[in-house]
């Protein structure tokens, strides 16, 4: 009995040890783990990751843009859709393994298209505002741009923003631009964007615009007979990026680090030299 008893404690122990080693086997292969005891952290759970993955999936970034702004987003001759701001957005896309699909509509309805979800975000020299950061949220900045006072060339009257008082101004009228013009006093005309702005104020139809100072002097590398000028500029630089809904932190991220990816490689001032003979991240 004694000698039973011995044998039977041994065979116990023997299988207890091997449950043991093959519990450790587990645990150093994949097996269950306290989520807590894990030495690398999931950073993939950021907000909007669900959204950020189905786009990757879709294989495609959809983006808000104008169409009718040169010379960010513009038709060339051929009628193909181009711009430094449709550039940027397809090598960002590229980068992040997706293809660019532009939706154009006009400015004023851009980001109600947003809102709508009829884009993933708009690439369209989008200031960047207090107000709109309320609502949105935007990739980090990628163009700096003045605001400037344009008037015709013969106008004498208008010579800084404080002379807009009682003048007709033709302005987009969800652009921070019209907002520049509104504190100025003056009677803002509505248009649809920079191009009929431009031609209101060269048909005599409106006295002045406040616009994009980088559009002008693409405007005028293209028309230097165009009798209009530039006679005030706004002290502080604006600073542009791609607007998103809130909530897409995950794609926001991906957006960001692919435009950090381009400014280090060349590619950025490339672009940025191509259409403005300098680099406009400055």
Not at 33 to 55: F, H, K, R, Y
Not at 90 to 97: H, P, S, T, V
Not at 183 to 196: P, W, Y
Not at 242 to 256: P, S, T, W
């Amino acid at each position: 009995m004694k000698r039973l008893s011995t044998l039977t404690l041994l065979i116990t122990l023997t299988v207890l040890l091997i449950a043991a080693c093959g519990a450790k086997k587990d645990n150093n292969n994949g097996g269950t783990q306290d989520p807590a005891a894990s030495p690398t952290e999931d950073v993939s759970n950021l907000p909007g990751q669900a959204a950020w993955d189905a786009i990757k999936a879709s294989g495609k970034l959809r983006i808000g843009t104008e169409g009718t702004y040169a010379p960010f987003t513009f038709h060339d001759e051929s009628g193909k859709l181009t711009g430094f701001d449709v550039e940027i957005a397809e090598e960002i896309a590229k980068r992040l393994g997706l293809k660019a699909e532009f939706i154009e509509t006009s400015w004023d309805s851009i980001i109600a298209g947003l809102d709508a979800e009829r884009f993933d975000t708009i690439f369209n020299q989008v200031g960047i505002t207090d107000e709109r950061k309320e609502k949105y949220d935007f990739s980090d900045d990628y163009i700096v741009s003045k605001a400037v006072l344009i008037v015709a060339e013969d106008n004498t009257d208008i010579k800084t923003f404080a002379d807009l008082k009682g003048k007709k101004s033709g302005q987009s009228l969800t652009s921070n631009l019209a907002d520049i013009a509104r504190e100025n006093g003056a009677e803002i005309v509505t248009t649809d964007g920079f191009n009929q702005a431009i031609d209101l104020l060269a048909s005599g139809r409106i006295d002045a615009t406040v616009n994009d100072g980088l559009s002008f002097l693409d405007l005028k590398k293209q028309k230097p007979d165009l009798p209009l000028k530039i006679v005030d500029e706004a002290p502080d630089a604006a600073k542009n990026a791609a607007l998103f809904r809130k909530g897409n932190e995950a794609m926001i991220e991906a957006v960001n680090g692919a435009l950090a990816e381009i400014k280090s490689d060349g590619t950025y001032l490339k672009i940025s030299e191509k259409y403005f003979g300098a680099d406009v991240s400055k």
